[in-house]
């Protein structure tokens, strides 16, 4: 594993809360590619590539206590601990990844501002896209209210 403020660690950032499934992937991804498949192991490495404070905030966790392989049913183990993280970051839950006020923030700064030029329409295209493709693939609204919104 390399060390913290190596270029290729993962990196977290508590006033981005979306970023964190990322970190976690990216994490996994090195514990995958260094062979790092101790519990305990996992979650000190977790831990020792984020800030202090977020660092002190993780340890206090109950889940980080050590992992008991004699009785696994306890929540002791990486992936109860990287849940449990997550629950203390509203938005970083891929369920709750987008709601419609992250789609009336970018149309109403799209309404603030007068798109002149094909990259500004693009760029408020992407973000637009974005945030509605998951609405609609995840129920929240229809294709319809989706592109309703997108003419308006």
Aim: proline content about 6%; overall charge positive.
């Amino acid at each position: 594993m390399p060390a913290r403020g190596h270029g290729t660690v993962p990196s977290f950032n508590p006033s981005k809360p979306r970023e964190l499934p990322r970190y976690f992937t990216k994490l996994e991804f090195l514990f995958a590619s260094s062979g790092v498949t101790d519990n305990a192991k996992k979650k000190a490495l977790g831990i020792c590539y984020v800030d202090y404070k977020t660092s002190e905030k993780w340890l206090l966790i109950s889940e980080y206590q050590p992992y008991d392989d004699s009785q696994p049913a306890l929540p002791y183990s990486y992936d109860n601990w990287k849940r449990a993280v997550i629950s203390l970051y509203p938005g970083a839950d891929t369920a709750t990844k987008y709601s419609m006020a992250d789609l009336d923030q970018i149309m109403g700064k799209a309404a603030c501002t007068n798109i002149k030029t094909i990259g500004q329409f693009a760029d408020y295209y992407r973000k637009f896209y974005q945030v509605s493709k998951w609405l609609t693939d995840s129920g929240r609204i229809g294709s319809l209210e989706r592109d309703r919104f997108f003419r308006n």
